[in-house]
């Protein structure tokens, strides 16, 4: 299994984050199609937040994690890091602007139990938008196997939403920080909650992942 730091669905806003600028989103979805064909397992890091970012690119990155062939997708939640080193090394002692970049929280992933749930209740609530059948299904197909979201969902440290650290997340959430987590949920929600990832997930399971 080979992993790709592909950062993002838009190639526009790939090449202002300066990562892997060159590289056209077909030519990613010809790549994985090759290693896909030669027996290799793909593993794709996306980024969700931070400048320049929308709720619609966001969901351009969800519909090329989709269509790109990657076997695993990973979201990370954007951390302002840049502008942080700047802050660090302007301050020469403790301040709220220190405090601020240094402050974080995890998002909490409630999935794994919510769906459980829903298997004996279908009238149960937690997620942000309803879940569907098929999603149900395919989490309960999916946990006969061992998977949990527990498991999948890394990388989910932010910026805390508490005190001067609020107005961090707000500017890299595009000013809709619950906008921004329910789009991280419906991201490891349209990947992982799927038919076709369950037959996925049965070969990695057959193949000692």
């Given at each position: ?134 999603e149900i299904e395919?989490?309960a197909q999916l ?31 595009w000013g809709e ?33």
């Open positions: 299994m080979l992993a790709f730091g592909l950062e993002h669905g838009d190639e526009n806003r790939r090449k202002r984050l300066k990562a892997g600028a060159d590289y056209k989103n077909a030519e990613i979805v010809s790549l994985f199609k090759r290693l896909r064909d030669a027996g290799i397992q793909t593993k794709a890091y996306f980024m969700i937040g931070g400048q320049w970012e929308t709720a619609e690119s966001a969901l351009d990155t969800i519909r090329f994690a989709l269509d790109c062939g990657a076997t695993l997708a990973y979201f990370a939640l954007y951390k302002e890091f840049v502008k942080a080193v700047h802050v660090l090394s302007e301050e020469r002692g403790p301040s709220s602007r220190h405090d601020a970049f240094a402050e974080y929280s995890q998002m909490a992933v409630v999935w794994d139990a919510t769906y459980s749930a829903y298997l004996s209740d279908p009238s149960m609530k937690g997620l942000s938008s309803p879940a569907t059948q098929i395919s989490y946990a006969k196997l061992g998977f949990r979201f527990s498991d999948i969902v890394k990388y989910n440290d932010h910026h805390a939403d508490s005190d001067s650290s609020s107005s961090i997340l707000s500017n890299v959430t920080p619950s906008e921004y987590f329910s789009i991280i949920e419906t991201a490891y929600r349209r990947f992982y909650l799927r038919p076709e990832f369950v037959h996925e997930y049965s070969k990695l399971v057959r193949e000692g992942y």
